[in-house]
């Protein structure tokens, strides 16, 4: 059974510094990664999504990587700002079975203080 | 576009009572997924559609649940009769195409409530 485990699941930094988010998944056999961010009552934004053949995607000040054979992604932010507070999650998509179906983390809750 | 649209942002019922949320997809998407999401076991994906055609509804949870497309730009899910433990926002979501290769789209989603 595919589990998605994201570390940490809190995190506090101060404006301008760059840092990584950390997703690790059980079964590589995977289609996809994507990561979202999700803003307090709200949806959730797609950020990035890299297929499994992919190594990483750039967006901006976000870089994803992606590692299938160990089973991790990081999502890079460089140069953090207040308005980068949210929590983040990433979610892979089966490669067999149910493609259609989304595996979440639980989620980073990043705050950026000024 | 506006994006994926809810209704309503809030619902707030008693037990036993029967719930309909609703859900626009981006025009042209045709694909739709209903997800649930609760502190517990976060984001879980319900069922979705192709082409308004359920394709995997494994997720739902118990008869209690169902969903409906009737066309390709609405759909709904409705629980009846609904329990407190039912209580988690729903999402709505749509894609271009095929989930393999495009980016999900959520909406703000609807927070239900059941007391």
């Known amino acids: 059974k595919q589990e998605v485990t994201q570390i940490p699941a809190a995190l506090s930094v101060p404006e301008g510094e760059n840092l990584v988010l950390n997703c690790s998944f059980t079964?590589?056999?995977?289609?996809?990664l994507q990561w979202f961010r999700q803003d307090p009552g709200k949806g959730l934004t797609s950020l990035l999504l890299i297929q499994s053949s992919q190594r990483e995607q750039t967006s901006g000040r976000l870089n994803a990587s992606l590692d299938k054979s160990s089973g991790r992604s990081t999502l890079y932010i460089a140069a953090s700002q207040p308005g980068d507070s949210a929590t983040y999650l990433c979610a892979v998509r089966l490669s067999s079975g149910n493609t259609g179906k989304l595996i979440f983390g639980q989620g980073t809750t990043l705050q950026v203080k000024p | 576009d506006a994006g994926v649209i809810q209704s309503p942002r809030h619902e707030v019922t008693e037990m036993g009572q029967e719930v309909t949320l609703r859900c626009k997809p981006i025009?042209?998407?045709?694909?739709l997924f209903w997800y649930r999401q609760t502190m517990m076991r976060g984001l879980e994906l319900l069922i979705y559609f192709n082409n308004n055609v359920p394709i995997d509804d494994s997720g739902m949870p118990e008869d209690r649940f169902s969903a409906k497309m009737p066309n390709a730009s609405f759909s709904t899910l409705k629980i009846q009769p609904s329990e407190p433990r039912d209580s988690a926002v729903y999402f709505c979501?749509?894609?271009?195409?095929?989930?393999?290769?495009?980016?999900?789209?959520f909406g703000s989603g609807t927070q239900l409530s059941v007391l």
């Open positions: 079964d590589s056999a995977i289609y996809n």
């Open positions: 025009s042209g998407h045709d694909y």
């Open positions: 979501a749509s894609s271009s195409g095929p989930p393999t290769n495009e980016k999900l789209f």
